[in-house]
């Protein structure tokens, strides 16, 4: 049976001036894909919007993507990892506390595909 998971991370209390670093996000997620055996499909999107404001990024993978969101005038960036197969956790709240001076991480990972749990409200239709 094929399973995924996804990952739907919130990072809060970062530093602006990392929020609105493009190289860092990228070394970032690039640690994300390379620690967890991902492999890249496409290259890599970055996009900074102007200040204040922070950089969206997309990284298409053979397995599904990785997306980074970032705003620096709340200093909140938000990360949501999909695979189409199970992998290893990765430590995102030490990686975010470390690169982005996170004070909070706030963690979900959601099981997909067939025989993954269904909201209750789904399973009644």
């Known amino acids: 049976m094929n399973r995924g998971c996804e990952w739907i991370v919130d990072a809060e209390g970062c530093e602006p001036a990392r929020l609105r670093d493009a190289e860092r996000l990228a070394r970032l997620c690039g640690d994300v894909v390379e620690a967890l055996g991902l492999k890249v499909a496409a290259s890599p999107q970055w996009h900074r919007f102007p200040a204040p404001g922070g950089i969206t990024g997309l990284i298409l993978l053979a397995e599904s993507h990785l997306a980074c969101h970032t705003f620096p005038e709340t200093g909140w960036a938000s990360f ?14 030490t990686a975010l506390v470390r690169e982005l001076g996170a004070t909070s991480v706030r963690i979900k990972k959601v099981a ?14």
């Open 80 to 93: 949501n990892l999909y695979c189409c197969r199970e992998v290893a956790d990765w430590p995102w709240k």
């Open 112 to 125: 997909r595909g067939p025989g993954a749990s269904k909201p209750h409200s789904e399973r009644a239709r």
